[in-house]
């Protein structure tokens, strides 16, 4: 399963990564980007007074690869 990870400053410029597990695969730069801009925009993830998504920065996608031992796999 592949994961989009969206890379931020928060308001104190530090490294916030938003991610998503769910998503659509392969989607294009443009539309993250936007995605990204209504994230940072809406200023709905504050904690602490801090802006989490202030400013857009990366995005990226990461695929995890299990393998199985034993026992059942889908927990």
């Known amino acids: ?3 989009l990870r969206l890379v931020f400053s928060n308001s104190e410029d530090k490294q916030t990564t938003f991610r ?6 392969d989607l294009p730069r443009e539309v993250i980007e936007a995605a990204m801009t209504v994230i940072s ?8 007074g801090i ?5 857009p920065k990366a ?3 990461t695929e995890t690869i299990v393998t199985p031992i034993f026992g059942d796999t889908t927990i």
């Open 51 to 55: 802006d989490l998504y202030a400013t």
């Open 1 to 3: 399963m592949k994961q």
């Open 59 to 61: 995005a990226y996608y």
């Open 20 to 25: 998503q597990n769910l998503c659509q695969e």
């Open 41 to 48: 925009d809406s200023h709905l993830f504050v904690k602490d």
